[in-house]
């Protein structure tokens, strides 16, 4: 059930960097690319603060 919860709550943050590159007038595919590469930090960020 963790796992569920764990990859929602990254799809999540994949999303939601996703949309603010592209509202700032990045490609779908540079906007992938971003939160791709961006959302891993997000979550050690989120986890680490959990502690």
Same mark, same amino acid.
């Given at each position: 059930? *963790?796992?569920?919860?764990? *990859?929602?709550t /990254?799809?999540y943050?994949?999303?939601q960097?996703?949309? /603010?590159e592209?509202? /700032?007038?990045?490609?779908?595919?540079?906007?992938? /690319?971003?939160? *791709?590469?961006?959302?891993?930090t997000?979550?050690?960020?989120?986890? %680490? %603060?959990?502690?």
């Open positions: 059930m *963790t796992d569920t919860n764990a *990859t929602e /990254r799809r943050h994949f999303e960097i996703r949309a /603010r592209l509202a /700032r007038g990045a490609s779908e595919d540079e906007a992938t /690319r971003i939160a *791709t590469n961006t959302v891993d997000v979550m050690d960020k989120a986890a %680490s %603060s959990k502690k």
